[in-house]
Structure formats: C-alpha cells, structure tokens
C-alpha cells in the first residue's frame, strides 16, 4: 500500500484582509513605484479630482498616484466605511409591532 501525503489546510486566495497591517506597503517602497501610473489609476483619479473640485496631473508615477487617491478618498468622502442600506429601514415604512 502506497503511503499518503499528509493533508495541508489551503491557502487562503487573493490579498490579504485590509485590516492586517502586513498587507500595507508604503508606496515609495514599491518595486514598480517609479513607473507611470496605470490606466485604471488615471481614470479613477479624474473621477476623484472632477468630485473634489481639482485638477489632478497626468504625469504621475504609480506611487505618487496611490498618494493622491488616498487623499481624494479621503477629501471626498470615498475613503470612509459606508452603512449597509440593508441595515437602514427603508424612509416613509413605519416599523411593525
């Protein structure tokens, strides 16, 4: 009879949770920081920018446009933990007793 492998747990898939302080890297350590941002970068932070009333550069770097998402985030409300509207009772509905 052939001997079995032991039996490993699996590894959890995609990033690690936002809460774990592992998974933030400072942008100016990243490998690739000094390359120009990436597209979806772009189009986000002209989105950002259009809703907090300011221009945004379109020569940034993939670090200094992280930065700057994070600081419109911030400035625009986007940055915070939203309610569920499950958890809201819907306006005009009066609670069952």
Do not use: N
């Amino acid at each position: 009879m052939a001997a079995r492998k032991p039996q490993t747990a699996p590894t959890p898939q995609g990033p690690p949770p936002a809460d774990d302080p592992s998974a933030v890297k400072d942008p100016s350590e990243w490998v690739t920081g000094g390359e120009p941002m990436t597209g979806a970068q772009e189009s986000y932070l002209k989105t950002l920018g259009r809703e907090a009333g300011e221009t945004v550069a379109e020569d940034m770097t993939k670090a200094e446009a992280s930065e700057k998402i994070e600081e419109l985030r911030e400035k625009t409300g986007r940055g915070r933990a939203k309610t569920s509207a499950a958890k809201k009772p819907a306006a005009g509905r009066a609670k069952k007793k």
